[in-house]
């Protein structure tokens, strides 16, 4: 059987072309999930909510919407030791701060409106570029799972080290063990980050598609700002080589989450509907005539 698929876009405030004059910021939110069925909370990167303020976004959004919110930048070693330069070839243990126990209960209290009202897809632990692979970082990985035990959880490496052939069974087997997803993110190709992403998933209830565009220059402005979504207009001919990965996930997820990262936000979601079309033409396809034109 079948995924139940959904798409979306980074953030739904600076949307223009859905939202009618004088949308208040507080309306934004149900003006966007008539478009779309899930949405990526960035904004819990740069600091996490308290409670009160999450309820709102429940209570903004019909039932069966979800939300998959990238955790708070602190958790997911992007602060880094006074005069530190992640450029240089060092290891994230001389780079990173570890950060204190209070703020997983934090973030996990901030989670539990999402969480209670089935809202939550899976908390997004978007790692640098500068955490590579090895003990200490499965280890680390460890502290996450036990520091957030309440959350589901999906893993995006910045880092090539977790995903070559030499280290990919160990990954997989790491985040298996751990119960975190794995997030299949679409990087520019011409950076060093880059390497061919997970087509596989490592929970059964949830994967993450983040499609991040090919914008190499504008990617490597994401080291100093990693929220920030960088400008690329995906064609159709980009959107085709995800069909069959989508397809594929949906064969092993009982969940796909479909996230457009890139700017202008508009674009963004056009994308993502677009997206949807082509698998779901995909699906008609290959149920009436057997195959995949």
Same mark, same amino acid.
């Given at each position: 059987?079948?995924?139940?698929?959904?798409?979306?876009?980074?953030?739904?405030?600076?949307?223009?072309?859905?939202?009618?004059?004088?949308?208040?910021?507080?309306?934004?939110?149900?003006?966007?999930?008539?478009?779309? &069925? =899930? %949405?990526?909370?960035?904004?819990?990167?740069?600091?996490?909510?308290? *409670?009160?303020?999450?309820?709102?976004? @429940? /209570?903004?959004?019909?039932?069966?919407?979800?939300?998959?919110?990238?955790?708070?930048?602190?958790?997911?070693?992007?602060?880094?030791?006074?005069?530190?330069?992640?450029?240089?070839?060092?290891?994230?243990?001389?780079?990173?701060?570890?950060?204190?126990?209070?703020?997983?209960?934090?973030?996990?209290?901030?989670?539990?409106?999402?969480?209670?009202?089935?809202?939550?897809?899976?908390?997004?632990?978007?790692?640098?570029?500068?955490?590579?692979?090895?003990?200490?970082?499965?280890?680390?990985?460890?502290?996450?799972?036990?520091?957030?035990?309440?959350?589901?959880?999906?893993?995006?490496?910045?880092?090539?080290?977790?995903?070559?052939?030499?280290?990919?069974?160990?990954?997989?087997?790491?985040?298996?063990?751990?119960?975190?997803? &794995? =997030? %299949?993110?679409?990087?520019?190709?011409?950076?060093?980050?880059?390497? *061919?992403?997970?087509?596989?998933?490592? @929970? /059964?209830?949830?994967?993450?598609?983040?499609?991040?565009?090919?914008?190499?220059?504008?990617?490597?402005?994401?080291?100093?700002?990693?929220?920030?979504?960088?400008?690329?207009?995906?064609?159709?001919?980009?959107?085709?080589?995800?069909?069959?990965?989508?397809?594929?996930?949906?064969?092993?997820?009982?969940?796909?989450?479909?996230?457009?990262?890139?700017?202008?936000?508009?674009?963004?979601?056009?994308?993502?509907?677009?997206?949807?079309?082509?698998?779901?033409?995909?699906?008609?396809?290959?149920?009436?005539?057997?195959?995949?034109?």
């Amino acid at each position: 059987m079948t995924a139940v698929r959904r798409y979306g876009t980074r953030g739904w405030q600076r949307l223009k072309e859905v939202y009618p004059p004088r949308t208040r910021p507080n309306q934004m939110l149900g003006v966007y999930a008539e478009h779309a &069925t =899930v %949405v990526e909370a960035e904004n819990v990167f740069s600091g996490i909510p308290k *409670p009160e303020r999450v309820q709102e976004w @429940v /209570d903004q959004t019909p039932d069966g919407f979800k939300f998959d919110v990238v955790a708070f930048g602190g958790l997911t070693l992007y602060q880094r030791r006074p005069g530190t330069d992640p450029r240089r070839k060092k290891s994230w243990t001389e780079i990173a701060v570890e950060p204190p126990g209070v703020l997983f209960e934090d973030l996990q209290e901030s989670m539990e409106p999402l969480r209670a009202a089935d809202r939550l897809g899976a908390v997004i632990l978007q790692f640098p570029p500068w955490f590579e692979a090895g003990n200490a970082g499965r280890d680390y990985l460890g502290r996450v799972r036990e520091g957030l035990s309440d959350l589901p959880l999906a893993v995006e490496f910045r880092h090539p080290t977790w995903q070559v052939p030499v280290n990919e069974e160990s990954t997989l087997e790491t985040l298996i063990e751990l119960e975190m997803g &794995t =997030v %299949v993110a679409d990087l520019p190709s011409e950076t060093d980050e880059w390497y *061919p992403p997970f087509d596989m998933t490592t @929970v /059964d209830d949830l994967a993450i598609v983040r499609l991040h565009g090919q914008n190499a220059e504008g990617w490597a402005r994401t080291v100093q700002s990693p929220v920030e979504a960088v400008a690329y207009s995906y064609e159709d001919s980009d959107l085709a080589t995800w069909v069959a990965r989508i397809r594929s996930l949906s064969l092993e997820a009982a969940e796909v989450h479909v996230l457009v990262d890139t700017a202008p936000p508009d674009a963004a979601l056009a994308s993502a509907k677009a997206l949807a079309e082509a698998v779901d033409a995909a699906d008609e396809a290959e149920a009436r005539w057997g195959y995949v034109p």
